[in-house]
């Protein structure tokens, strides 16, 4: 299995980048996507899940409404679309895939067995 996460960069504060993840190895459909993000010094932190049954999607407090996510399943393929980009959203961003069927578990970096290398994203004031 893998995962890949590409898409990252340097922008601006207010900007908008959309990041991708592509997965192989695995049956798509059956595992939650999830995106964390690391700033330096600072632990993982949960960004949003989308959950394998449903699609529903869960967020932090701190990207809703600046972040949505989607994916396609046919092509393996997951998004993260991140708007009105803040300095504070700078960090390495990781993609990651779970089978669990625990939404309780979706915001927990130990319900993941799957994960991308990460893509950084700056955003400059």
């Known amino acids: 299995v893998q995962l890949q996460a590409s898409g990252g960069g340097l922008v601006q504060a207010g900007d908008s980048l959309r990041l991708s993840c592509a997965a192989s190895?695995?049956?798509?459909?059956?595992?939650?996507i999830c995106w964390f993000r690391q700033a330096p010094g600072q632990e993982r932190e949960f960004v949003l899940a989308?959950?394998?049954?449903?699609?529903?999607?869960y967020y932090a407090d701190s990207v809703k409404g600046r972040f949505t996510m989607s994916r396609d399943n046919d092509k393996n393929m997951a998004y993260l679309h991140m708007n009105s980009l803040k300095p504070e959203d700078t960090a390495v961003y990781y993609c990651?895939?779970?089978?669990?069927?625990?939404?309780?578990?979706?915001?927990?970096?130990?319900?993941?067995?799957?994960w991308g290398q990460g893509t950084q994203v700056t955003v400059s004031s």
């Open positions: 190895g695995l049956t798509f459909g059956r595992y939650t």
């Open positions: 990651a895939a779970s089978s669990t069927n625990i939404v309780s578990a979706v915001r927990l970096t130990t319900s993941y067995g799957y």
């Open positions: 989308m959950h394998r049954v449903g699609g529903s999607t």
